[in-house]
Each structure stands twice: as structure tokens, then as C-alpha cells.
């Protein structure tokens, strides 16, 4: 006996209407293959709203020009909007100050800026750098290359079966020799939030800075840098219904003083000449070049869209859909699913015994559900978790309960194949 | 349930649960291992070629049902050939999959390999099907790994005739 569920069915926010919010999304009207999009790979790239893509339109049809340059009208209208997205996004971080938000081309650029700018500085041969086992390449990447450049070390928090940080193991690995932390919020092939507040809380009282992979989190949590206390977070701007090519790294207003320049060029100078060249304050010490004006303005588009329909409303209702998902995942014979934590996103990384991923990937596009399958950019967790990589199905606010019943439906039928 | 004209038939399947020639040679005179490391899809090859002749021929690995039903049909279809005849095969094989052998106008030797043929309509598929045949590949010419990325990549050859 099936038991029918009404899409808009939440019982997290009675004001939160999905229908309405789907409303929103022009993409989601699409059909794949002759079956409704049911678009579950929010993990790797979120949709944007109709307002975000107007927002576009309307800088690039009436507003574009170079930023912090010439005096005249539309540069001086470029430049007014770029920077107020910048306080968008600084005020959806509760950011103390909006130079404290620097405009990226998306998390891994985050990173690196915060490798080069403040790890070529501050770390050098003996040093030791804690990341965690969940990180994804672009936070152990570009720390084992200052490593290998330096001759740093890299530690590594262990996780558990769950996909839980090991915390008394994470604490241990502090000594005389620990210079930094990178940790992600939320971890994108497994969901599993991890306690950043109190590991960062750690750190500091060992003097220890802390940077943030928030490019999970800002889809899904309220977030509070100041709450927080993290020196670093870094988010993407196609993962909060933004665009591609534009991102942001919060860091402490003091920390980024002390750091050096990671790109040189234009709008990160105050003055050159070919003796001496006198660096920009900051944030425009680090955005050299013109950036992404289009996109950032659309990042704050973005931002303003999801704090109107409110993050806690949003983490209510993907919730939901994250409890059907595994209720129903668990009673079905021949999938396990990867990542119980017990504290998790809305994220479901699973296995079907006797099928690989990729082909469970390709039969549910059949039915025109779009999952990710692989290992995710984060290959250290499927060796921990003995796979080679896994199906992933990532929910956003706009997908329904009746979507998790579509994926439940295409995961039988993948099993009806392989029988 | 999925399309009928869709990848995974029978055939594709059948070989997927009861993989032939599995398992590895104990005196193989050519070996050679390959990977996929996007998708992980992991195999190795050993065969036994006196007198530039397969005499025999097995591989296992990890790998997606595509993957792995290529590699054994494969094996079963060059059990016996001599090296020529397989490569030759292996120039068409690679040649349907990317979408330059037309089936129906084009001569060819691929016989039930023609099943792969729905690969070319899945770009991101068509690395596992060939990925047995780049080992084999690779066997012959005494390359001890192979994989289907960077400049071995056959989705870096153009496809078609465009």
C-alpha cells in the first residue's frame, strides 16, 4: 500500500508553499527525455530563480560598465551595485563589516586566495595543517601543494562510520607545531554537519586560525561568521541559486590586513611605479582585475532570495524531504545508504548492491531524475567508506516529497534492470 | 523499466552478471592494467599470445556494468585472434562508440559488440565501454596502465566527420 504525498505537503513551515517557490524556477518546468525534471544534484550546481535571472539582465541590458574606475554615469552605477551586493552578501553572512567580503570566482578560488595570501606568509617548513577526511579536493589540494612548497605537514581528523568527525581525535592532533584548520560546514559526498563552532572554538585557544569550506552550508543553514568566530568562510555563488564564476570569502577584517596580495594587477594597487607598488586596502587588495561584476550582483540577487523565503523555513523543509529520503531509502532491500550522521543536510549519498553508481546514473536519467554519481570530489571519503564512488541525490528547497517518491520509483526500477 | 532500445539489454546485462574469461592468466605473456579514474572503473588484463595469436585471455576489476560487459564480450570476441584481427577490432569498436562508424553503411567486424553502439548517444558512458578495448590496446604494446584521459582520451578525437 503506497501512500500518496501531497507535494506541498511540509509540516516544518506551514507558510512555506513549494508549488510557489517551484513557481520561481523556469528550468524546473523542463522535461528530460520526455519525463519532468527532478532535479536532485543541487550538491554539485543549484538552480536561480526568475529574480536572480532578471537581475542579470537588467545590469547587462542597463547598468554594465568597469567598476571603481571612470566618473562617468554608469560606471558610477556599476560600481554602486557591485559593492551593494557585497553588502548582501556580507549581511547574509552577519558579517561585522562589508570589507570583510571579498568577491571570488567561487570556493576553490576562495581557498587558494586564503593559501597564498595567508599560508605562503604564515606557514612555513615544520608547520602542520589539520584538515579533516571529508574535505573536498579544493581544500586539501592547494594545502599539500604550500606543504610541499614549505615543507609543512598535513594532519588529518579521522571520520567515523557515520561520517562524523572523530572531535577527541581532531583535538589530539593539535601540538607546538599546528598553524592552521581547514574544515568543512557541511560535507558534500556524505551531508554530515559537522560541530565547526566548537573546533574552531578549539583552535583558538591555541592560537590556531580556522578556515571554513561553507560552499555546502550556504544552501541549506542561517549562517553567522561572528557566531561563528571562523577566521575564513568560503561559499560559491552557483550553489546558493546564484551564478557560476562568482563566489565569496569572508575573513576577519584583521587577518586579511596581515595577509599579501594572491593575484597582482589592476584595482588591487593604490599607486605603481616600477620601484614601489603601494597595495589597495582591503577587500580590494584582492580582487585584482575586473571581476566578475555581473555575477556578484547576481550573488547578491541570490542571497536576497533566499533570505526572503528565509533559511530557517528552507532548513525546515529540506529536512523534511531529507527524513523521507532516508525513511524511505532504508526499507528498501539493496541500498544502503552512506553518511548517518546524525546531525546532516539534505544530502543522501547511496549504494544499490550489485550496481555500479554510473549505471545507476544513467537508468535514473531515464525517468528524468538527475543524480550525481561518483566520488564526488572527495575521493579520501569513498576510501574510507570502501567504495569507488556513489549515487547522490542532493535536495534543494524547491524539490518536493512527491520528487523523493519519483527517486524511490527510478531506484526500483534500477534494481528491476539488474535483476 | 527502461527503454528496450536503451543500453542495458540483455545481452549488456547477461554479461554483467556471468562475466566470461574472468580472472587472470597464471603465465600470460602480455598484461596491462586500466583506469578510469573519474569514474573508478578498474581492470586488468592478462592474455597469453604465442606466435602473435590470443591463445587465452581473462580480466577482473571494478567497473560499471557497461565496463564490464565490454570487457567480456571482448575477450570472448578476440579469444582465438590473431593480433591484427583484434586490433582491427579495437579501431572499430573505439569507431562506434565515439560515433565515426556508421553500422549500417560502413563495413565492419564488431558482429553482437553491436550492442555498444547506443553508447555514442551517452558522452559520458562511452569511456567505459572502450576503456577494456584501450587495455587490450595497451597489452599489445607491452604499456604496462592505461586510462582513457588526457591525451589517450578518445573524447578528445572529434566525433563524426564534422
Same mark, same amino acid.
Given at each position: 500500500m503506497k501512500t500518496v504525498v501531497p507535494a506541498r505537503q511540509t509540516r516544518g513551515d506551514p507558510s512555506f508553499d513549494v508549488e510557489r517557490v517551484r513557481a520561481d524556477f523556469p528550468i524546473l518546468k523542463l522535461k528530460v527525455g520526455g519525463k519532468p525534471l527532478v532535479y536532485l544534484d543541487n550538491a554539485a550546481s543549484s538552480q536561480m530563480p526568475q529574480a536572480v535571472l532578471d537581475r542579470i539582465v537588467r545590469y547587462r541590458t542597463t547598468q554594465h560598465s568597469n567598476i571603481h574606475r571612470a566618473v562617468h554615469t554608469l560606471s558610477e552605477i556599476a560600481t554602486r551595485e557591485y559593492e551593494e551586493a557585497r553588502g548582501k552578501v556580507a549581511r547574509f553572512l552577519n558579517a561585522r563589516e562589508e570589507r570583510e567580503v571579498i568577491f571570488t570566482s567561487g570556493t576553490t578560488d576562495a581557498i587558494n586566495l586564503v593559501m597564498h595570501g595567508y599560508g605562503r606568509k604564515f606557514i612555513g617548513k615544520d608547520d602542520e595543517i589539520i584538515l579533516t577526511t571529508l574535505e573536498h579536493h579544493s581544500n586539501i589540494v592547494p594545502w599539500q601543494m604550500l606543504a610541499e612548497e614549505k615543507g609543512a605537514k598535513i594532519r588529518v581528523v579521522p571520520v567515523n562510520d557515520a561520517g562524523e568527525l572523530d572531535i577527541d581525535a581532531y583535538e589530539k592532533l593539535f601540538n607546538e607545531h599546528t598553524r592552521f584548520v581547514g574544515v568543512m560546514h557541511v560535507s558534500n559526498a556524505l551531508g554530515t554537519i559537522n560541530p565547526i563552532k566548537a573546533m574552531i572554538a578549539f583552535a583558538h585557544a591555541r592560537g590556531v586560525p580556522v578556515l571554513v569550506d561553507g560552499a555546502q552550508a550556504a544552501p541549506h543553514l542561517k549562517l553567522d561568521v561572528q557566531d561563528l568566530d571562523c577566521d575564513f568562510y568560503a561559499f560559491s555563488g552557483h550553489k546558493v541559486c546564484g551564478p557560476t564564476g562568482v563566489g565569496a570569502l569572508y575573513g576577519k577584517a584583521a587577518v586579511l590586513e596581515r595577509m599579501q596580495p594572491f593575484k597582482g594587477g589592476g584595482d588591487m594597487i593604490l599607486s605603481v611605479t616600477f620601484e614601489k607598488t603601494v597595495y589597495n586596502t582591503i577587500p580590494f587588495k584582492f580582487e585584482a582585475g575586473t571581476p566578475p561584476i555581473a555575477g556578484a550582483i547576481g550573488l547578491g540577487a541570490a542571497v536576497d532570495y533566499l533570505s526572503a523565503l528565509g533559511m530557517d523555513a528552507i532548513a525546515a523543509h529540506e529536512l523534511e524531504l531529507l527524513n523521507h529520503a532516508t525513511e524511505a531509502l532504508n526499507r528498501m532491500p539493496g541500498v544502503r545508504i552512506i553518511g548517518t550522521a546524525e546531525k546532516k543536510a539534505a544530502v543522501v549519498s547511496f549504494a544499490i548492491e550489485g550496481v555500479h553508481p554510473h549505471d545507476v546514473g544513467t537508468l535514473l536519467n531515464q525517468d528524468g531524475i538527475a543524480v550525481r554519481t561518483g566520488h564526488h570530489c572527495a575521493q579520501p571519503v569513498m576510501k574510507r567508506f570502501g567504495v569507488p564512488a556513489t549515487s547522490r541525490a542532493s535536495f534543494a528547497f524547491y524539490n518536493t516529497l512527491a520528487e523523493v517518491d519519483a527517486l524511490v520509483t527510478g531506484i526500483r526500477n534500477v534494481q528491476k534492470v539488474f535483476t | 523499466m527502461a527503454d528496450p532500445k536503451a543500453l542495458y539489454q540483455e545481452v549488456i546485462l547477461d554479461h554483467n552478471r556471468k562475466p566470461r574469461n574472468w580472472g587472470s592468466l597464471a603465465h600470460a605473456s602480455h598484461r596491462a592494467e586500466g583506469h578510469?579514474?573519474?569514474?573508478?572503473d578498474h581492470l586488468k588484463l592478462t592474455l597469453d599470445m604465442p606466435n602473435d595469436r590470443i591463445d587465452a585471455i581473462a580480466f577482473e576489476g571494478e567497473s560499471c556494468a557497461i565496463c564490464k560487459a565490454s570487457a567480456s564480450m571482448m575477450t570472448a570476441a578476440v579469444k582465438g585472434k590473431t593480433r591484427d584481427d583484434a586490433e582491427t577490432l579495437i579501431q572499430e569498436f573505439r569507431d562506434m562508440a565515439t560515433g565515426k562508424l556508421d553500422l549500417v553503411r560502413e563495413a565492419h567486424h564488431l558482429g553482437r559488440l553491436a550492442v555498444f553502439a547506443g553508447v555514442r548517444d551517452l558522452p559520458t558512458r562511452v569511456k567505459c565501454a572502450i576503456l577494456p578495448w584501450h587495455t587490450l590496446h595497451a597489452a599489445f604494446n607491452a604499456v604496462a596502465s592505461t586510462t582513457t #584521459?588526457? #591525451? &589517450? &582520451?578518445?573524447?578528445?578525437a572529434p566525433i563524426g566527420d564534422a
Amino acid at each position: 500500500m503506497k501512500t500518496v504525498v501531497p507535494a506541498r505537503q511540509t509540516r516544518g513551515d506551514p507558510s512555506f508553499d513549494v508549488e510557489r517557490v517551484r513557481a520561481d524556477f523556469p528550468i524546473l518546468k523542463l522535461k528530460v527525455g520526455g519525463k519532468p525534471l527532478v532535479y536532485l544534484d543541487n550538491a554539485a550546481s543549484s538552480q536561480m530563480p526568475q529574480a536572480v535571472l532578471d537581475r542579470i539582465v537588467r545590469y547587462r541590458t542597463t547598468q554594465h560598465s568597469n567598476i571603481h574606475r571612470a566618473v562617468h554615469t554608469l560606471s558610477e552605477i556599476a560600481t554602486r551595485e557591485y559593492e551593494e551586493a557585497r553588502g548582501k552578501v556580507a549581511r547574509f553572512l552577519n558579517a561585522r563589516e562589508e570589507r570583510e567580503v571579498i568577491f571570488t570566482s567561487g570556493t576553490t578560488d576562495a581557498i587558494n586566495l586564503v593559501m597564498h595570501g595567508y599560508g605562503r606568509k604564515f606557514i612555513g617548513k615544520d608547520d602542520e595543517i589539520i584538515l579533516t577526511t571529508l574535505e573536498h579536493h579544493s581544500n586539501i589540494v592547494p594545502w599539500q601543494m604550500l606543504a610541499e612548497e614549505k615543507g609543512a605537514k598535513i594532519r588529518v581528523v579521522p571520520v567515523n562510520d557515520a561520517g562524523e568527525l572523530d572531535i577527541d581525535a581532531y583535538e589530539k592532533l593539535f601540538n607546538e607545531h599546528t598553524r592552521f584548520v581547514g574544515v568543512m560546514h557541511v560535507s558534500n559526498a556524505l551531508g554530515t554537519i559537522n560541530p565547526i563552532k566548537a573546533m574552531i572554538a578549539f583552535a583558538h585557544a591555541r592560537g590556531v586560525p580556522v578556515l571554513v569550506d561553507g560552499a555546502q552550508a550556504a544552501p541549506h543553514l542561517k549562517l553567522d561568521v561572528q557566531d561563528l568566530d571562523c577566521d575564513f568562510y568560503a561559499f560559491s555563488g552557483h550553489k546558493v541559486c546564484g551564478p557560476t564564476g562568482v563566489g565569496a570569502l569572508y575573513g576577519k577584517a584583521a587577518v586579511l590586513e596581515r595577509m599579501q596580495p594572491f593575484k597582482g594587477g589592476g584595482d588591487m594597487i593604490l599607486s605603481v611605479t616600477f620601484e614601489k607598488t603601494v597595495y589597495n586596502t582591503i577587500p580590494f587588495k584582492f580582487e585584482a582585475g575586473t571581476p566578475p561584476i555581473a555575477g556578484a550582483i547576481g550573488l547578491g540577487a541570490a542571497v536576497d532570495y533566499l533570505s526572503a523565503l528565509g533559511m530557517d523555513a528552507i532548513a525546515a523543509h529540506e529536512l523534511e524531504l531529507l527524513n523521507h529520503a532516508t525513511e524511505a531509502l532504508n526499507r528498501m532491500p539493496g541500498v544502503r545508504i552512506i553518511g548517518t550522521a546524525e546531525k546532516k543536510a539534505a544530502v543522501v549519498s547511496f549504494a544499490i548492491e550489485g550496481v555500479h553508481p554510473h549505471d545507476v546514473g544513467t537508468l535514473l536519467n531515464q525517468d528524468g531524475i538527475a543524480v550525481r554519481t561518483g566520488h564526488h570530489c572527495a575521493q579520501p571519503v569513498m576510501k574510507r567508506f570502501g567504495v569507488p564512488a556513489t549515487s547522490r541525490a542532493s535536495f534543494a528547497f524547491y524539490n518536493t516529497l512527491a520528487e523523493v517518491d519519483a527517486l524511490v520509483t527510478g531506484i526500483r526500477n534500477v534494481q528491476k534492470v539488474f535483476t | 523499466m527502461a527503454d528496450p532500445k536503451a543500453l542495458y539489454q540483455e545481452v549488456i546485462l547477461d554479461h554483467n552478471r556471468k562475466p566470461r574469461n574472468w580472472g587472470s592468466l597464471a603465465h600470460a605473456s602480455h598484461r596491462a592494467e586500466g583506469h578510469n579514474p573519474l569514474c573508478g572503473d578498474h581492470l586488468k588484463l592478462t592474455l597469453d599470445m604465442p606466435n602473435d595469436r590470443i591463445d587465452a585471455i581473462a580480466f577482473e576489476g571494478e567497473s560499471c556494468a557497461i565496463c564490464k560487459a565490454s570487457a567480456s564480450m571482448m575477450t570472448a570476441a578476440v579469444k582465438g585472434k590473431t593480433r591484427d584481427d583484434a586490433e582491427t577490432l579495437i579501431q572499430e569498436f573505439r569507431d562506434m562508440a565515439t560515433g565515426k562508424l556508421d553500422l549500417v553503411r560502413e563495413a565492419h567486424h564488431l558482429g553482437r559488440l553491436a550492442v555498444f553502439a547506443g553508447v555514442r548517444d551517452l558522452p559520458t558512458r562511452v569511456k567505459c565501454a572502450i576503456l577494456p578495448w584501450h587495455t587490450l590496446h595497451a597489452a599489445f604494446n607491452a604499456v604496462a596502465s592505461t586510462t582513457t #584521459e588526457a #591525451e &589517450d &582520451d578518445p573524447m578528445h578525437a572529434p566525433i563524426g566527420d564534422a
